[in-house]
């Protein structure tokens, strides 16, 4: 029940702490409020000493020290959200290099170079997430015929007419339209594109058809970086 109480408190103490917006809590004042929460924490203190006599004191004491550092570490943690958020963000895009991590300030997107030495780039087409590789040298958005249909393509009424080199050696692709293609915050719709045969290729490519509509975009030697 003493961990129940001092949680309960705790709770209240920073919900009225961080609330801008609190006015009046029974007549007082957030900051009237602010300084009785103290004087709430001993008097739980003080009567759980009495009614818990089989808790000793060093027992209670310990219990209170723990309970405020959770509440400083909250406070803390919500203070600093923000800056916590990016670094959040940063250690996903070096567990996942193909994760969009994206700047709140500027909205820029930023890729980390893969393992592979490429960028592999995690992108939703029309809806469904598909991995492709960041390439220059490829003058549309290219995508297999897996993730064509994953995307909701109707591969079978394709015209494979187009002529195409890719890893595997020459093959034929049929041009078709994205409704939408988005990387992390940037949106694009309607968006020329290919779509390989079975097999010709094994990784969606993204092409010029949709790097030419960034504002920028750079490359260093670790990292990808769009500006919408």
């Known amino acids: ?3 129940v109480a001092f949680a309960m408190l705790i709770a ?3 919900g009225l702490a961080i609330s801008a917006d ?11 409020t602010a300084r009785l929460i103290p004087l709430l924490l001993i008097l739980t ?11 000793r004191l060093g027992e209670i004491l310990s219990n209170f020290t723990i309970w405020i550092a959770i509440g400083a570490v909250l406070m803390v943690g ?6 916590l958020a990016g670094v ?32 592999r780039v995690e992108t939703a087409v029309n809806g469904a997430r598909i991995p492709m590789i960041f390439d220059t040298g490829a003058s549309a958005v290219v995508l ?39 990387v992390g915050n940037i949106a694009r719709d309607n968006v020329r594109a290919f779509v390989v045969q079975e097999g010709a290729l094994e990784t969606s490519l993204l092409g010029m058809t949709f790097l030419e509509t960034l504002t920028r975009f750079s490359v260093t030697r670790n990292a990808l970086e769009m500006t919408d």
């Open 1 to 3: 029940m003493l961990f």
């Open 12 to 14: 209240v103490g920073i």
């Open 22 to 32: 609190a006015g009046t809590v029974v007549g007082l004042t957030q900051a009237e």
């Open 45 to 55: 203190l003080v009567a759980s000493a009495v009614i818990g006599r089989r808790h």
């Open 78 to 83: 919500y203070t600093y959200r923000d800056e």
């Open 88 to 119: 959040g963000q940063r250690v996903m895009g070096e567990l996942n290099p193909g994760a969009a991590i994206i700047n709140e300030q500027t909205g820029n997107v930023r890729i980390n170079r893969g393992m592979a030495g490429n960028f």
């Open 144 to 182: 297999t015929n897996a993730d064509a249909r994953a995307a909701g393509i109707d591969t079978s009424v394709l015209g494979y007419s187009v002529p195409v080199q890719t890893a595997n050696g020459t093959g034929y692709a049929a041009a078709t339209t994205l409704s939408r293609l988005e």
